[in-house]
């Protein structure tokens, strides 16, 4: 069971009954640190974020649960921060939070609930990954008009470029990213999907997918009454593919979608990797 509201992921899993493998991986988990009040055994695993690695991974909080032959796995998962309004992840509230929630859900042991200290948070987002130098910001300024950023989206070899204010309709309001997968043209071997189209001239192959989705309180943007348009080009050039994807909300006073469309596909056009 899931549920996520804008840049927050809440998880749960539980295995009921858990075998004794099952039992024993969970008490396996690396780097966890011992929770006591919860279960026969509970831990508490923080990634990402909190470990400072490079390029702003997520924030992970991740509760560990053995109480009899039930598994329990709890978890909170915070993206970076992509706007001023996003808050820098706490690990030790979400600990707080996942921790309280087992208690009441009748996982407590009747013993003080303790937790560990999350590490401390780790530096933002970088942008020394080098499938950001795939296509340059004079590039990206000259098809989209705008100024632009990098940030990396680690352990995916990805990277993500946004412009303004992704609320408001227009230029400002594009996310750009490139995901990039080494021997991957295999990939596009398979039937077209029902949305896709084949684009001519672009690498030795490339699908396009348009998608649209209420830009609404439930969506991965910030509020905003316009939906989001969301463009997939996946590309394939020698044993490489590349998926270039454009998030962008059309303003009925900006450019429209279909001009929107081949600034996309020009740019990707010009890309070589």
């Known amino acids: 069971m899931s549920k996520s509201?804008?840049?927050?992921a809440l998880s749960v899993a539980l295995i009921?009954?858990?075998s004794a493998t099952e039992i024993a991986e969970a008490k396996k988990t690396p780097d966890c640190s011992t929770?006591?009040?919860?279960?026969?055994f509970a831990c508490m695993q923080w990634s990402g974020w909190f470990r400072g690695?490079?390029?702003g991974a997520s924030a992970n909080t991740v509760l560990k649960a053995v109480r009899g032959s039930e598994s329990l796995d709890l978890r909170i998962v915070d993206m970076p921060p992509m706007s001023p309004e996003i808050p820098v992840p706490d690990g030790n509230a979400a600990a707080r939070a996942i921790a309280q929630a087992a208690v009441e859900a009748g996982w407590g042991n009747g013993k003080n609930l303790n937790l560990p200290s999350a590490p401390p948070v780790g530096p933002q987002?970088?942008?020394n990954n080098p499938v950001c130098a795939m296509v340059s910001v004079d590039a990206l300024k000259e098809a989209f008009g705008t100024t632009t950023q990098a940030q990396v989206l680690p352990g995916e070899g990805n990277c993500r470029y946004q412009f303004g204010a992704p609320g408001t309709p227009?230029?400002?309001s594009l996310m750009f990213s490139i995901e990039l997968h080494e021997g991957g043209a295999g990939m596009l071997?398979?039937?077209l999907p029902?949305?896709?189209?084949?684009?001519e001239g672009v690498g030795d192959s490339a699908v396009l997918v348009i998608r649209s989705e209420p830009g609404g309180p439930k969506a991965l943007r910030p509020p905003s009454d316009v939906p989001v348009t969301s463009m997939s080009l996946m590309v394939v050039r020698g044993g490489n593919t590349a998926i270039f994807t454009a998030q962008v909300l059309v303003s009925p006073a900006g450019p429209t979608e279909e001009q929107v469309k081949e600034q996309f596909i020009t740019l990707v056009k010009g890309i070589d990797f």
């Open 35 to 40: 929770v006591e009040g919860i279960g026969d």
């Open 53 to 55: 690695e490079p390029g």
């Open 170 to 172: 227009g230029p400002d």
């Open 16 to 18: 009921s009954p858990a």
């Open 194 to 199: 029902p949305d896709g189209q084949n684009i």
């Open 125 to 127: 987002t970088t942008t």
């Open 5 to 8: 509201n804008k840049s927050r």
């Open 189 to 191: 071997s398979g039937p």
